[in-house]
């Protein structure tokens, strides 16, 4: 009886809590079409005279730059399918390197799916500060001339296609938490998490990070001031994250970490060997995820312009900056260089760049690269031992420590004095003159530290109501024989 009065409870809180989504969504307006409009738009001078023409993909929207968000969307879609696949199924044992590859495949289209039907209109379109509108639920009001607005004044790219482009860097988000409890969780519970995480923690984090109504309507301090009122609460500060140091990175790797200790650590750990059980496996997913990345952040450019040329560049540096700091000092550390290393020094410059991609130079990337690499490292070693958890393939480790890492130095290496863009004065139209580090830091460690309480607080909600109602782990007896069999009937490796 006790049992089924706690589901019963915790049942109605996970529905209060839904529920509440509606209570901190305001009157909703969508982005990019309120950025066309004038910030105060004056009297009609005729009850005649006529509404502004709408902005028309098929006379706004570059074809070079349509097709160049495609193939990025695409690539960030290889990302996760197969590259992140591969990459935790060779880090598991070979008896649950299917169970990885399907929660990545579920967890990868349910996530589509809730995009589509509300998750693009909280996280792109204008409501409050923390949480958008309900003015694209379900994709409504959208069409082939729809446009969302970029970072250039005038350049706008189809909605559809800027859409898409969100949709699968929130699958991506969402597939990079379940390596920190991997070979142990319930599918069932997985997914019920996913969908609580990804409404109450990716969506309005998202949306206090990136949205904002568009530059075009910006024509001086007051104008750019409206613009500025209505975007995002950490946009509002001034956070820089090009990719997703905060979204992406830190925002998965403290829910793994949550998990990872509300579920336990896995039978045997620290007394069996746990090996990857693919190294090979392993290197070609790294690999997928290097190639699919220059989508991830050349992309997020929004146009095939230098912006999207400098985040391309500094995507390539990094990210071979850390795989030579990380195998370097494995080599001195522990004699040997491993390819397990390299891989992971891969992942590390990747997540590291990802918020500095269009904001460093490239000698600020490969400085980046290089600390990530030794950083993250020891995020993987020595900080793992000091916080107890089975964080199984390391996400807080790596993105964890790679993000915050990331992110911090984003302050640093913007400033236009180390070769970095600066920040774009959109009145001036130029690069504003007064960068200052020490400022900058401290605004890119306000958006570090909220993603990681918001994040942290609503993944220990989500797990522990979870728990509750269908519980979150498999049985003793289905972990040993492996997640493959027990919970897929299946097997990667018939003999």
Known sequence: MLTWMKRLVAGGAMALAIGATGVIVTSPAYAADEAKKPAVTAPAATPAAAEPAPVLCSEKCNKADTVWMMVCTALVLLMTLPGLALFYGGLTRSKNILSICMQCFMVFSLITVLWAIYGYSFAFTEGSSFIGGLDRLFLGGMNPDSVAATFSKGVVIPEFIFMAFQAVFATITCCLIIGAFAERAKFSAILIFMIIWFTFSYLPIAHMVWFWPGPDDIKDAASLEAITARAGWLWQKGVLDFAGGTVVHINAAIAGLVGSYVIGKRIGYGKEAMKPHNLVYVMTGAALLWFGWFGFNAGSALEANGSAGLAFVNTYLATAAAVLSW?????????????????????AGLVAITPAAGFAGPMGSIAIGLFAGVACLWGVTGLKKMLGSDDSLDVFGVHGVGGISGALLT?????????????????????????????????????????????????????????????????????????????????????
């Open 411 to 495: 302050g640093v290496f913007a400033d236009p004095a180390l070769g970095g863009s600066g920040i774009w004065d959109y009145v001036a139209n130029a690069v504003a003159p007064d960068y200052s580090i020490a400022s900058q830091l401290w605004i890119q460690a306000q958006g570090v530290i909220t993603t990681l309480i918001w994040s942290g607080v609503v993944s220990y909600i989500a797990f522990k109501l979870i728990d509750m109602v269908i519980g979150l782990r498999v049985k003793e007896e289905e972990e040993r024989e492996g997640l493959d069999i027990s919970s897929h009937g299946e097997a990667a490796y018939e003999s």
């Open 327 to 347: 195998s370097v000092a494995e080599w001195v550390l522990k004699g040997k260089p491993s390819m397990l290393g390299a891989a992971s020094g891969c992942v």
